[in-house]
């Protein structure tokens, strides 16, 4: 099982997403970011589900999809995920990647 460590990005980019939509509705928001959490916890059981996107020195970046949000994570080893940051569809991750 692979040992789950967010970085303190992904962590605001996760809070940031709750805030945004909890200024309208914040019922969605927590099922929102509830959901993103629940999809990263896949990856200690399936680190590599994710498809990739480009090999780093530290180990591969992958993305896992939750509805509109990319979740992008450092693949370092099977027994260690890094999550890098959480994406709005609409973003390009190249200018945070």
Same mark, same amino acid.
Request: charged letters at 30%; proline letters at 3%; glycine letters at 8%.
């Given at each position: 099982?692979?040992? =789950?460590?967010? +970085?303190?990005?992904?962590?605001?980019?996760?809070?940031?997403?709750?805030?945004?939509?909890?200024?309208?509705?914040?019922? !969605? !928001?927590?099922?929102? !970011?509830?959901?993103? #959490?629940?999809?990263?916890?896949? &990856?200690?059981?399936?680190?590599?589900?994710?498809?990739?996107?480009? +090999?780093?020195?530290?180990?591969?970046? *992958?993305?896992?999809? #939750?509805?509109? #949000?990319?979740? !992008? #994570? &450092?693949? *370092? +080893?099977?027994? =260690?995920?890094?999550?890098?940051?959480?994406?709005?569809?609409?973003?390009?991750? *190249?200018?945070?990647?």
């Amino acid at each position: 099982m692979a040992e =789950i460590r967010w +970085t303190d990005e992904a962590a605001i980019w996760l809070e940031d997403i709750y805030k945004y939509i909890a200024e309208d509705n914040p019922e !969605a !928001a927590g099922r929102v !970011a509830d959901g993103i #959490y629940q999809k990263v916890q896949v &990856l200690s059981e399936f680190p590599e589900i994710g498809y990739f996107y480009r +090999t780093e020195v530290e180990g591969d970046i *992958r993305v896992l999809l #939750y509805g509109h #949000y990319r979740i !992008a #994570y &450092l693949f *370092r +080893t099977p027994d =260690i995920v890094e999550i890098l940051g959480i994406f709005h569809g609409a973003l390009d991750m *190249r200018r945070y990647l």
